[in-house]
Nanobody, 124 residues
């Protein structure tokens, strides 16, 4: 079972990135999926989550209106589209999967499987 993130990089403030979370040995559409981030010296923060089948999503207040989480079932991939990026969005972003209910989906302790993370740096 493996989750692999990609799409991180260096972007200027106001720019956009799309992160991907691809799975092997695991069908993502049967799990609730979350994106989390952790900046140096800070606790891990739940950014966005999407329910099985994609019918429900939830976002941290800090990213509402700027980030969008989505699924591509055929590709077994979950995406995080990040627009209007700010320097404070700089962090390592990781995706995670859980069997648990969608409630409290931004809490990292509810997740079983984690990817290794991808670095996002927002700087001019």
């Amino acid at each position: 079972l493996q989750l692999v993130e990609s799409g991180g990089g260096l972007v200027q403030p106001g720019g956009s990135l799309r992160l991907s979370c691809a799975a092997s040995g695991l069908t993502l559409d049967t799990r609730n999926i979350g994106w989390f981030r952790q900046a140096p010296g800070k606790e891990r923060e739940g950014v966005a989550c999407i329910s099985r089948g994609g019918g429900n999503t939830n976002y941290a207040d800090s990213v509402k209106g700027r980030f969008t989480i989505s699924r591509d079932t055929a590709k077994n991939t979950v995406y995080l589209q990040m627009n209007s990026l700010k320097p404070e969005d700089t962090a390592v972003y990781s995706c995670a999967a859980t069997d648990l209910a969608f409630s409290f989906c931004l809490l990292s302790r509810r997740y079983d499987y984690w990817g290794q993370g991808t670095q996002v740096t927002v700087s001019s």
